[in-house]
């Protein structure tokens, strides 16, 4: 792909469909479901910040509930993540477009512990990636994240992304000095 972005890439829908998941924009009837999981003090402590709050989640949904535009730095697609065999929001996943013209992009995920350890995350992430290569035009994905936070280093690691950088007390997180690891893959590496 040349030096820009996919012009059909200008304009996200979703859903997108795994073997057993859902990823789907969020409705606004989804935000006690995301407050459930986004308020765990557990959850937002790998996040670098406090956790939300039902009003935020709310705001958030509303904001991104009618689709993504995907042209300009900071642009973010937010995705709620479902299993396919039964109603609710699980998780999420997020794309963020952090730089246009080298076509580079932020991958994440948050899911809600009671449903850890069963592959869900990697398999998110991975249909997310691949979206990401094969319809966005994206040249390189990354992800940063607490060195403490084991289960999001083992995703990267289970989707083959290598690990770039280990930053050493990066980032203040209340009175706690964080490290942070930054993974990355290209789309020429991918193997989605």
């Known amino acids: 792909m040349g030096g820009s972005l996919s012009a059909a890439a200008r304009y996200i829908s979703a859903p997108v469909t795994t073997d057993r998941l859902i990823l789907r924009l969020f409705e606004p009837g989804d935000a006690e479901e995301r407050h459930a999981y986004q308020s765990l003090p557990e959850v937002a402590r790998y996040l670098y910040r406090d956790p939300l709050t039902l009003q935020g989640c709310a705001e958030s949904i509303a904001a991104r509930s009618g689709g993504t535009a995907w042209s300009s730095d900071d642009d973010r697609l937010l995705l709620a993540v479902c299993r396919a065999d039964e109603p609710g929001v699980i998780g999420e996943v997020v794309l963020t477009l952090t730089d246009a013209r080298a076509r580079q992009a932020e991958i994440g995920w948050v899911f809600h512990p009671r449903h850890a350890g069963r592959g869900y995350a990697t398999e998110a992430a991975r249909a997310l990636a691949s979206l990401a290569f094969t319809e966005l035009g994206v040249h390189r994905i990354f992800a ?18 290598r690990r770039e950088a280990h930053l050493i007390e990066s980032g203040l997180d209340g009175d706690r000095w964080g490290s942070e690891c930054i993974y990355a893959t290209l789309a020429r590496e991918w193997r989605g």
């Open 144 to 161: 940063r994240l607490d060195a403490l936070n084991t289960g999001s280093v083992g995703v990267c690691e289970r989707l083959g992304m």
